[in-house]
Nanobody, 119 residues
Framework: QVQLVESGGGLVQPGGSLRLSCAASGNIYSINTMAWYRQAPGKQRELVAAITSGGSTDYADSVKGRFTISRDNAKNTVYLQMSSLKPDDTAVYSC?????????????WGQGTQVTVSS
């Protein structure tokens, strides 16, 4: 079983920055894609950013140029650096990790962390 622990959410003023972290632990052989999703009240969950094992990245149009996803393979950790935050970025952010472990292929979700952008 693979567990994900997220940290870094909170309240920030418009224009501010936050950094989210998500660490994976358990019987992990390899990790492929790591991603961040978000869900705002009354809206569907959406992909914010993803990064492959080779370092290729993909971003939602709404966050391009403001958010940066990165990963530390030695620590099985993915980060989301968020800058120039807007009230529309307010949501619960969850990490998602896909890979292979002792029980075969896995896809695990973090517990979610609240990000609130407000003055």
């Amino acid at each position: 079983q693979v567990q994900l622990v997220e940290s870094g959410g909170g309240l920030v003023q418009p224009g501010g920055s936050l950094r989210l972290s998500c660490a994976a632990s358990g019987n992990i052989y390899s990790i492929n894609t790591m991603a961040w999703y978000r869900q705002a009240p009354g809206k569907q969950r959406e992909l914010v950013a993803a990064i492959t094992s080779g370092g290729s990245t993909d971003y939602a149009d709404s966050v391009k140029g403001r958010f940066t996803i990165s990963r530390d393979n030695a620590k099985n950790t993915v980060y989301l650096q968020m800058s120039s935050l807007k009230p529309d970025d307010t949501a619960v952010y969850s990490c998602n990790v896909m890979g292979r472990g002792g029980l075969g292929n896995f896809r695990s979700w973090g517990q979610g962390t609240q990000v609130t952008v407000s003055s």
